[in-house]
Structures are given as C-alpha cells and as structure tokens.
C-alpha cells in the first residue's frame, strides 16, 4: 500500500483501582501494518488497557506511543489528530438517526478545521455540505452500508450496525483502529465479513488491535497476539506459537 499504518509502543503500564491493580507493567510493540490480537480471560485488563490508550483513563505509570508520540495523558480529539480512532465492547451510535447521519457526524467532528476554512468563502457552508456528504457516501460504500444508508441503526441486524461503528470510526482516517470485542454478537457469516473488512482497513494504511474473544476468528486474522491475565502478559507472539503455550492454557481453564 502507499500508506503503511502507525507503530503503537506500550511501556510499563501499570493501573490502579483503589486497592486493586488491573495492570501491572504491561508493555507490548505493534508494528505499522500489523494487525494484533489481544486475548485473555474476562477481568485480565483488556479494556483498561485500551482506555488508558484511548485517554479515557490516566495512568498510574508508564506510557504509550503511536508513531513515537506520546498518547497516554491526552484528550479524545487530540488522539484523533494524532491518527488514533476506536470502537467500544457496546455499540454507541445515534439509534434514531439514518445510518448516513450517524457517519456525518462522525465526519463533521473530524473536519472542523475544513469548515471553518470554508466559511472564508461565499459559497462555503454549500462546499463543505457537499464535501462532507461525499466522504459519507464514499465511506458507506466501502463498508457496504449504502442500501442501509436512510434506515436506523437499531431497525437493522446487528452485524450492520457493528459495520457502521467502524465505518464511524474510520471516519476520522486513522492510521491505528482499536477494536474492543468486535465480533462479540455476530452470527458466523458476520464474523468472516468482519475479517474481510479488517483485512481491507489494513490494507488501507492502517494499523489493527482488536480485543476479541472468538478464537477462531484471532487465530485466521491476527499477525501477532498479546496475551493478557490478572493485569500482566503471559504470552505474546503469533496465533499458533501462544495457542501451544501451557500458561495460556492454564489461564483459560480457570476463567
Ligand atoms: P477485561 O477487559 O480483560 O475483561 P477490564 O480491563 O475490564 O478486563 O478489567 C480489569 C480489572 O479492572 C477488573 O478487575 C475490573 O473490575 C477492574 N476495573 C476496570 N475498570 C474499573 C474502574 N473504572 N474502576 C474500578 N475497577 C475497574
């Protein structure tokens, strides 16, 4: 591809809640264009990690670089110039709005900088409208949402709307995408159009992390897997180098 995805460096995490510690020293390297799967019993950090990277939680020590530039410690909008976009575990779209508006907005709060520069001219709010409404229609084809594109997200199958939360977030143009669970709730047919859709994004120029628990899924997708229990990594490599390992079977027998 022209454009390859950003690094992601994690270095020493460590977590506190109150009493407990949810990670411990966690550090993992994401190569550009790669495409990671991180795993673990239920409770083992994931989501934390992934919120400490996404600026939704602080860290309590320890840092996290895309592209060489710190993350940890910044505000939502600042990750999303910084290239960083992500999903969530339970969808969050605007259910009673079409499935196009839900990628405007996605788009409009991605290109503010755009319309301001528009408005500079008379024919302005008219440009960026029809700009914008391009880009959203570009999107939707991409993830294949055009045929759904005048319906509400909650009227359609729940494989579509998990399609239009990434196109939602590739809205922003990132060069890293965070999954948290993406296949969690799809059927099987669900599930290997997500592989293909992933597939595509990395294609694209962009790097992939996916927490995810469907196995088979991370062992046909992910270059390289992260294995995660009680807040540390036990294990990290490709699908079928971790599979093998007995620490991480042990840790799945007593989830
Ligand atoms: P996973 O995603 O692997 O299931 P989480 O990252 O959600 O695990 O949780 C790791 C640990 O941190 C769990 O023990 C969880 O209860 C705890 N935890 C997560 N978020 C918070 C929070 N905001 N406050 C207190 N404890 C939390």
């Given at each position: 591809p022209d454009r390859v995805g950003a690094s992601l460096e994690i270095s020493g995490i460590s977590k506190q809640f109150r009493g407990l510690r949810a990670l411990d020293d966690v550090s993992m390297s994401v190569a550009p264009g790669e495409i990671r799967g991180v795993v673990g019993p239920n409770g083992s950090g994931k989501t934390t990690l992934f919120n400490i990277v996404t600026g939704i939680y602080g860290v309590s020590s320890?840092?996290?670089?895309?592209?060489?530039?710190?993350?940890?410690?910044?505000?939502?909008?600042?990750?999303?110039?910084?290239?960083?976009?992500?999903?969530?575990?339970?969808?969050?779209?605007?259910?009673?709005?079409?499935?196009?508006?839900?990628?405007?907005?996605?788009?409009?709060?991605?290109?503010?900088?755009?319309?301001?520069?528009?408005?500079?001219?008379?024919?302005?709010?008219?440009?960026?409208?029809?700009?914008?409404?391009?880009?959203?229609?570009?999107?939707?084809?991409?993830?294949?949402?055009?045929?759904?594109?005048e319906a509400a997200p909650t009227s359609l199958p729940y494989g579509i709307q998990r399609r239009l939360e990434i196109a939602r977030a590739m809205a922003t143009q990132p060069r890293l995408l965070l999954l948290d669970e993406p296949a969690a709730g799809l059927n099987g047919q669900e599930v290997g159009q997500l592989g293909e859709i992933v597939r595509a994004i990395r294609a694209d120029g962009v790097t992939v992390v996916l927490i995810e628990h469907n196995m088979g899924l991370v062992m046909s997708l992910c270059d390289r897997v992260t294995v995660l229990a009680s807040g540390g990594v036990i294990a990290d490599g490709t699908p079928a180098e971790v599979a093998v390992r007995p620490e991480v079977i042990e840790a799945y027998l007593g989830d």
């Open positions: 320890g840092s996290a670089s895309v592209d060489g530039r710190v993350v940890t410690g910044r505000r939502p909008h600042q990750l999303s110039q910084l290239g960083l976009a992500r999903t969530f575990q339970n969808l969050r779209l605007f259910g009673q709005m079409t499935v196009r508006d839900n990628v405007l907005v996605a788009l409009d709060r991605s290109s503010m900088l755009a319309v301001w520069r528009y408005l500079l001219w008379p024919v302005g709010i008219w440009r960026a409208e029809r700009d914008l409404r391009a880009r959203a229609d570009d999107l939707l084809e991409r993830f294949g949402l055009t045929d759904f594109a």
